[in-house]
């Protein structure tokens, strides 16, 4: 078979890039996608004044490009995700990130399988550690006044 010049191909209007312009033209689904994708991105209380090329909560986000200097989406995650659970199902099922940017939701996913590999005795130490921080007493900055209770104390010590 004779290898067609790329001049050829232009004249046959079929060049790989017109080829390519004229397959997503023709998918059925890519003007269905977009409608979704916006309906999706419209759950977003920010979506009327947001700029940000990639949205967490657009279907078509791996079809989407941005630069560096591109405003990134500034929503805090627990809010996507709270979003995305408001979506209905058929929105729901298309974006399998639940509201969060891939590489958010694989370290979520990745600690989730790191905790659920821990020994249960283990388990057990962290979420007392956790627990004993969060009934602490904050330690004071610099410069503030030191109360009493904040003062240390050897554990032999008795109070006076």
């Not at 033209?25 to 309906?39: I, P, R, V």
């Not at 419209?42 to 630069?67: G, M, W």
């Not at 099922?93 to 005795?121: D, H, K, N, T, V």
Request: hydrophobic share 25%.
């Amino acid at each position: 078979m004779k290898q067609q010049t790329l001049e050829e191909l232009i004249k046959k209007n079929d060049s790989n890039l017109t080829h390519r312009i004229n397959e997503t033209k023709n998918d059925s689904f890519s003007g269905n996608k977009e409608a979704l994708s916006l309906e999706s991105m419209s759950y977003c209380s920010r979506f009327e004044d947001c700029s940000a090329p990639k949205c967490p909560l657009d279907i078509l986000i791996n079809l989407r490009t941005e630069v560096e200097e591109d405003p990134r989406c500034e929503m805090a995650k627990a809010t996507r995700h709270k979003y995305w659970e408001s979506l209905p199902d058929f929105l729901k099922s298309e974006l399998r990130y639940q509201g969060y940017f891939e590489s958010e939701y694989s370290r979520m996913r990745s600690a989730r399988e790191r905790w659920l590999a821990l020994p249960e005795q283990q388990k057990a130490e962290i979420k007392e550690r956790m627990k004993n921080m969060k009934n602490r007493k904050p330690v004071p900055m610099e410069g503030e006044p030191i109360d009493e209770p904040y003062l240390p104390q050897d554990p032999g010590d008795e109070p006076a």
